[in-house]
């Protein structure tokens, strides 16, 4: 088993930055992929951004210039760096794990091929 704490969430104004960090713990060994997730009031979870066991990465349309996705292997966390930030960023965050090897191009494809997920923190941005 792998658990996942988020942290960073919080509120920001349009234009502002927030940092969220995800430390895994348990079975680290078997996690090969990472990503965010967020998901608004009525509305699904979608993907925000992944990242594979080499390093790829994918971000979804609506935040490519302006979160970076990192993954420090040696210390188990996974992070979001989040500039520019909008309204409609707002959300609760999730990190999610993977098990399985997932190509670079379907990381945001489905929540379904995460195994582990974090809490979700919150993310509230005003204009």
């Known amino acids: 088993q792998v658990q996942l704490e988020e942290s960073g969430g919080g509120s920001a104004q349009s234009g502002g930055s927030l940092r969220l960090s995800c430390a895994a713990s348990?079975?680290?060994?078997?996690?090969?992929?990472m990503g965010w997730f967020r998901q608004a009031p009525g509305k699904e979870r979608e993907g925000v951004a992944g990242?594979?066991?080499?390093?790829?990465?994918n971000y979804a349309d609506s935040v490519k210039g302006r979160f970076t996705i990192s993954r420090d292997k040696a210390k188990n966390t996974l992070s979001l760096q989040m500039n520019s930030l909008k309204p409609e960023d707002t959300a609760i965050y999730y990190c999610?794990?993977?098990?399985?090897?997932?190509?670079?191009?379907?990381?945001?494809?489905?929540?379904?091929?995460?195994?582990?997920w974090g809490q979700g923190t919150q993310v509230t941005v005003s204009s």
């Open positions: 999610a794990a993977s098990r399985i090897i997932i190509p670079a191009s379907l990381l945001l494809h489905t929540t379904g091929l995460y195994n582990y």
């Open positions: 990242i594979d066991s080499d390093g790829r990465t």
């Open positions: 348990g079975d680290i060994y078997s996690i090969s992929c």
